[in-house]
């Protein structure tokens, strides 16, 4: 087993396209931006601009899904996969986005990944978020890197947006998707998973 863990996120970096976007566009009844425009600038945390903006939608779990319709993901993700997992490198995704949603995506591409990431518990869109092993933690991305750090494992976090910035923070190496929101924090880029799984094999797999 490799003493590297990746976690990496799902909305805009494992998908194509943000998932919760249009949901929200056409869902959520009221300003979810500004939800959004808060967390960028620190006023509030991710956990609770997620209960705000997922608290305004107004549809039912089916109805989201036939909207969504088929979810494109990022080109060579099941072969990175495959590749990190034979390497011994575990691999979960963390997500601020909505859980049925990507579990249905991972069916559909024949995935069974674990999966960090808040519960829908009813249907006014109420969230069950993960517990966090440490009260301090900024949110669950930030908890999850910091529990597999204390477990001895050097942290790969991947993803796209300012969801994922607090994570990042602290993660010892950080991928992000080119020209996103990450992207402008840190340097590591990449625009698919054949992309992803080269800088792998060349500076954590074969460093030397």
Not at 23 to 46: H, N, P
């Amino acid at each position: 087993m490799s003493d590297y863990i990746i976690l990496c996120d799902f909305d805009g970096t494992i998908s194509l396209q943000d998932t919760c976007v249009p949901i929200l566009e056409q869902f959520a009844d009221g300003d979810w931006e500004l939800y959004d425009d808060l967390l960028s600038k620190g006023q509030i945390d991710l956990h609770e601009c997620m209960r705000k903006q997922f608290g305004m939608i107004r549809a039912d779990i089916s109805t989201i899904l036939r909207t969504l319709g088929s979810v494109p993901i990022r080109s060579g993700f099941a072969e990175f996969v495959s590749f990190s997992l034979s390497e011994g490198i575990e691999f979960v995704i963390v997500s601020a986005g909505l859980d049925f949603i990507i579990k249905s995506v991972l069916l559909e591409n024949n995935l069974d990944l674990p999966v960090v990431s808040a519960k829908v518990v009813d249907e006014r869109f109420n969230l069950e978020f993960p517990a966090l092993h440490y009260p301090d933690s900024i949110d669950f991305k930030a908890d999850q890197v910091k529990f597999y750090q204390t477990q001895k494992k050097k942290v790969i976090f991947i993803g796209d947006g300012n969801s994922d910035l607090q994570g990042a923070l602290q993660a010892d190496v950080v991928f992000a998707v080119k020209s996103s929101f990450l992207n402008s924090h840190f340097e590591n880029s990449f625009s698919n998973f054949l992309e992803l799984k080269k800088c792998l094999k060349k500076h954590i797999i074969s460093p030397f």
